[in-house]
């Protein structure tokens, strides 16, 4: 795919702040052992900096990856969530907290959550790294959101267009994709 131009919405300087301060609310918030669910493949890059600014703040978290998939090859969601790896460790009796890159119509999160409600977690919290505002049709409310960003479509950061642009430190929006 031939690469397109990318307008910078949030700077790598931007996220790595608000990525520092959003590990503050969740010390606060949860137990210092924590069980971490990342939802692959878009919020590999925000847990691998999230759990480091966790240390920081004196957290143990246990990590394990969820594969879920929604979107196609480019930008438009199937609406349907699938499952295409499962979790490796038990999470029966754990603090979970759930971690994804963004919350849009919330159908990922929501498939998730039962998941690890349904495997017999104690709790189960949301933290996601972007919001989009008004397109969640679920019940899925984020406990813990780093940026709410405008309704388009944006990469970089472990988000992508068609797998592509995950390596961007920063976040972007592409032109011309809606
Ligand atoms: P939801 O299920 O509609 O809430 O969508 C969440 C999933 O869709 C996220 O985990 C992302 O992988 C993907 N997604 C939603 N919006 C965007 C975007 O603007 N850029 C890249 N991926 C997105
Ligand atoms: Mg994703």
């Keep these: 795919m031939q690469a397109r131009p990318i307008s910078v919405l949030l700077s790598a300087r931007q996220i790595h702040a608000r990525v520092e301060t959003l590990a503050?609310?969740?010390?606060?918030?949860?137990?210092?052992?924590?069980?971490?669910?990342?939802?692959?493949?878009?919020?590999?890059?925000?847990?691998?900096?999230?759990?480091?600014?966790?240390?920081?703040?004196?957290?143990?978290?246990?990590?394990?990856?969820?594969?879920?998939?929604?979107?196609?090859?480019?930008?438009?969601?199937?609406?349907?969530?699938?499952?295409?790896?499962?979790?490796?460790?038990e999470v029966t009796g754990r603090d979970v907290l759930l971690v994804d890159d963004i919350l849009e119509s919330g159908r990922t999160l929501h498939f998730a959550r039962e998941l690890i409600v349904g495997l017999g977690a104690k709790s189960v919290r949301v933290c996601v790294?972007?919001?989009?505002?008004?397109?969640?049709?679920?019940?899925?409310?984020?406990?813990?959101?780093?940026?709410?960003i405008p309704d388009k479509f944006v990469v970089g950061y472990g988000l992508d267009y068609a797998n592509y642009y995950r390596e961007l430190p920063f976040i972007g929006v592409v032109d011309q994709v809606e």
Excluded at 56 to 79: A, E, H, K, V
Excluded at 130 to 147: I, Q
Aim: no cysteine; charged share 20%; net charge positive.
């Design 24 to 89: 503050g609310e969740i010390a606060a918030a949860l137990p210092p052992d924590p069980f971490i669910v990342s939802l692959l493949r878009g919020s590999f890059v925000f847990t691998a900096d999230l759990i480091r600014a966790l240390h920081g703040r004196g957290m143990r978290p246990q990590i394990d990856f969820l594969t879920l998939g929604s979107y196609g090859q480019g930008d438009r969601s199937s609406g349907t969530v699938t499952l295409h790896r499962a979790l490796t460790d």
């Design 129 to 148: 790294l972007l919001e989009k505002p008004g397109k969640n049709g679920t019940n899925v409310k984020a406990d813990f959101v780093g940026f709410q």
